[in-house]
DNA sequence: ATAAATTTGTGCGTATGTATC
DNA sequence: GGATACATACGCACAAATTTA
């Protein structure tokens, strides 16, 4: 060492750095006092000083006077917590999601946390951006509702990122297939069963059904409408199907023609199922339209629960949403994640069947 | 000096650092030499070099051998834009909110920032906690609907360490009287005297009304009300207000026996202004356990144009929130401050008098 | 172009003060 | 109180980079 051209103080420093590198030294443990350094090496104490110092600036010591030199925790430094937790869905104003992220946050902002807020419009680019930006804000932890659920995601890359990060995800409403996660959602099976068994139950035979294609919420709420009209051998006739994906969303609540060509073909039906109250309030509107009232000619029921279901003057059976109790229940999750108190958080709520008038016959 | 008690190296530390605050070396000047310091504090170099070295350390100052100690450039140190945006607002799902937070969005998201979420529940303490956890988060911007704004807020030194550190406010709805920045906000008393010339227009000569009394929003509706009734020479018979804070807003929406007791009041009354659909809604119902129907026997106006103004059986005349309108305005009037194209904004949007059911005499 | 002067960088020795055990 | 360890401070010497005469 002593050939060596480098000043003295930096070979101290280096000496200092692999002693602590080598794990020979645990944070809190004490270093060589300043005079025993001075005198293994043969310099003054000065340099000694000089050489902690500067390890002190960078951050891999602390001193206490009177007490000695300490290896400072570097895990605090790396491992620092932002305070602040990625919350992302598919829309932001629309329906359920003011609920949801109201629910997020009153669990995470008594834990002095704060939300990250983005939104995709169900769409994979937004997605990325959104994703790709809370990545540079080095969150501690993330909830995210996933886009278009059943297709392939391109963005995996990325949720790829958060994972060797070592960053948390809930997903919520849905997961990716090819992308293992802690989820949160409701048992939209469940859901879809219980509503088609109440119409059942009140005597329908030939019950229609309105399903968005491309998210899994649509896919097992159809599922569970298979499943009652398997239990009670009932056949499901095709034609009463309309099925409809993001992109056709707005033909269907705005495209009068549209719906009402599907209409006609439900001569038979006496029940409708629809994917949410949102299609399900239009539905009303537009069965009126032909003549066909609620519940007296068809029984209608929506999903969610939304204000919507409460409002209008046929108020709406519906199976509801958790809303605000999904979100804390994914606020939660998270912490248990970011806490390690668990590893992987897969959890399926119950829905709940809320009868109004829409599904009546009693008058 | 000499009399201090602090440590020399420090008093130099101080006295360079206010030599450079005050503005008399900028950036990449050359400071005194070392030899020079030391003369002037009669103190040795060796003292001179621990005061500058931390200097150098705290990113004040550098050093280049054989040249002088030079004034470090900070701008691209605290200048470095995190991207985030600050958004606070009283509540969160209910009503406008989900709307106006969507038109912040709609704007900023565009521009490559990201929210950041938080609300106060209308109360100061939590403000409170919201203004310092954003504090931490070194944002860019802020956008911030006010507490309880008739009140002195007790947060204002929180808003002043915003506005040190040179981070721009956006107030939305309302501002602080003792804390100047940028609004942009509804022109609350031309939608108070909107409402009230809609009604004195259409024949009505007793009007009640039912105003907030602890946010700017109430006392400016309750402004134009008056200032309506002064241009047509009407008078206000003071038992036809009703006053309510924040407290009292779920006893308005609740008791029924409080709200009756008013109603009981309005004898002579042919008009009701309220000071949001919520309240106004709720007085539809009240009114009507007591055979006072709407518009017939009285015609009633509400404010914000939620979407339970559209929703109920009788559809609800209101004066227009702006929402997302006023979200994308309060924005861009954020952008324009950082950008600093602007210094500082204060816009008041028209409201907009939207007639429907409950002010309509023709049937 | 070179030498001298200036300025920072490294290093040693010493002394005294202050906090901890 | 005494021993130990860090904190502040002075003075000196020489090396290396830069500027100036």
Redesign the interface.
Known sequence: MSLNNEPKYIQVKEFIKNYISEGQLNPDDKLFSEHELANRFQISRHTVRKAI?ELI?EGWLYQVQGKGTFVANTEGETKKK???IG?ITTY???YI???I??GI?EIL?KE?Y??????TNNEFEKER?CLL??L??NLDGLIIEPTKSVLPNPNIDIYERFKNRGIPIVFIHAYYNNFKASYVMEDDILGGYMATKHLIEQGHQQIAGIFKSDDMQGLARFQGFVQAHREYNLTINEKYILWFSSQDFDRLLLDDTYIQRFIHKLKNCTGLICYNDQIAINMLDALRAQGIYVPRDCAVVGFDNS??AQ???IKLTTVAHPK?KLGRKAATSLLELINGTKECIQEKMDPELIMRDSTQNDN
Do not use: A, C, R
């Open positions: 110092g600036n932002s305070k602040l919350v932001l104003k629309d999601f003011p609920d992220i109201y946050d902002s002095g704060t939300i990250l807020l983005g939104h951006n930006n809370m540079n804000n204000e919507l409002q209008g003057e605000e």
